[in-house]
Each structure stands twice: as C-alpha cells, then as structure tokens.
C-alpha cells in the first residue's frame, strides 16, 4: 500500500512506504556528514516530503530516527505467519540510550517510532511472540529443512504443505498437530546486527516455531546455503521461556 510520508506522521511515529523506509535505513547506515542525496531519496517523495534534505534527514525523520544514528547494534526480528494478513512482519529496534528507536512493518506502511529505553526489553518481548503460557511439546524433535526454506522464501503456502506431511507420522491428536494443520503456527528470528565499515552485518541469532501451545527453539543456520547443506533436519525442542528470554536479551546486548 502506497503511503503519503507527508499525511502518516503523528507526535509519537512516523508512517512510509516500503520504498521510503529502504532509503531511510540506507541512509541511517552512511557515516555522519554525507551531503550527498541519493536519487533514490528523490525519487521516493522523502525530499519533497520534508523529511530529507542536503545534510541528511530532516524534520520529523530526524526527530523521531535521529539516536538510531548512533547506534552500533540492533535487534533485527521477522515473524512468519499465515495467520498474518501480509504473512511477514518485520522489526528493526535501535536499544540506544536514553531513547531508542523502532522500526516495524504492517500492512499500511512502516512505522518508526521512538521509546524510552526501558521499553525495548519489553517491545522485543512483543514483537518476537515471547510472552507466558503453555508448553506442550507433543510433536517431532526436528523441523524439516523443506519447511525452514519455505519460510526463508515467504513460502507460506509451501510451508503449510510441508506441515501438513509431518503431522500425518502422528500423533494424529496432538496439540501440534492440530495447530499446524489450522494454520495456527509462527516463525520467529531474531538476529543480533552489528554495524562495521557503514553495513549491518549479522551476528548471534535464535530462530522459534510459535503456537499458541509452544514456544519451541530450530536449531538451524541463518545461511540459506548453510540451510540445504544439512545432513539431517534442524532439531526442534521447547527449553523453558526464561531461557529463550535471555537469548533475547543477548541480541540486544543486555
């Protein structure tokens, strides 16, 4: 959906284009100083927009994306899911002090926002699906590579195929079975970026198989080609939500 940057802003967050926020991260990334405006930055509306201008960015972009620009980590999360009314969602979280900044996709645009500090703990938590409940561990111990790489392609419908082939070894009355085959079922990553020589290269990760019983660790690389290197299939298993926590924390670097 086509978003106006110049009629989606609010005291609180920013609202663009997919278009428009890709030039926006590009341009969180170039070394301070930079005079030099990329077409891309004109030819996406963010110049006459008022949000960029010869120095860098301007106005709300700089108010609300400025502290991002000093950041040398940030958390990078993308939920999969066919319960998703646009399947992917993405998160970028700047956890600068005393205020950070959050990037998050949806289907009318993306939105960046700006939170205290104190909150990123809490707003990863959220974002990645990490939250109290059950853990019933009742299906595989692995999860198919043919699975992980429909995921990694936005395959959802692949994926659900894949699902439904591995529930049908049984058992046919498990909660797992049962919440893969409804499409009741998530794919989280988080992924620790850390910036050098102007580009986020990526660092520590955990990847997550989300029910609404289960909240279960891939033991998987990041790396698709690592991915279909794989002798056997990612272990799949469900250690307790306070380890999973602190994974979280170690991705921001708490």
């Not at 405006?37 to 509306?45: F, I, K, N, Q, Y």
């Not at 990863?124 to 692995?142: E, K, M």
């Not at 070894?169 to 910036?195: I, L, Q």
Request: with cysteine.
């Amino acid at each position: 959906m086509s978003v106006d940057a110049t009629d989606s802003r609010s005291a609180d967050q920013l609202i663009v284009t997919v278009e428009q926020a890709n030039v926006l991260l590009d341009m969180l990334s170039t070394s301070k100083g930079t005079t030099r405006v990329s077409s891309d930055a004109l030819t996406s509306g963010l110049v006459s927009g008022g949000l960029v201008g010869a120095n860098g960015l301007v106005g709300d972009a700089q108010r609300i994306l400025g502290p991002a620009s000093d950041a040398r980590t940030r958390a990078a999360i993308r939920v999969v899911s066919p319960a998703m009314p646009d399947v992917v969602r993405d998160w970028r979280v700047w956890p600068t002090v005393p205020r950070s900044v959050i990037m998050r996709s949806d289907v009318d645009g993306v939105h960046f926002s700006q939170v205290d500090f104190c909150e990123v703990p809490h707003i990863l938590a959220f974002a990645s699906l990490l939250h109290a409940g059950p853990t019933i561990h009742d299906g595989p111990p692995y999860m198919p590579t043919d699975f992980l790489a429909a995921v990694r392609a936005l395959d959802v419908r692949g994926a659900q195929d894949v699902l439904n082939d591995l529930v049908t070894y049984g058992p046919a009355e498990s909660h797992f079975a049962r919440d893969c085959t409804s499409g009741r079922w998530s794919v989280v990553t988080c992924v620790r970026e850390e910036k050098r020589r102007g580009k986020w290269r990526p660092g520590a990760h955990y990847e997550c198989f989300v029910t609404d019983h289960l909240h279960a660790l891939i033991h998987a690389p990041l790396d698709v080609q690592a991915l279909s290197r794989l002798s056997a299939d990612p272990t799949l298993d469900a250690p307790p939500r306070a380890a999973i926590w602190a994974m979280a924390m170690g991705v921001l670097g708490a």
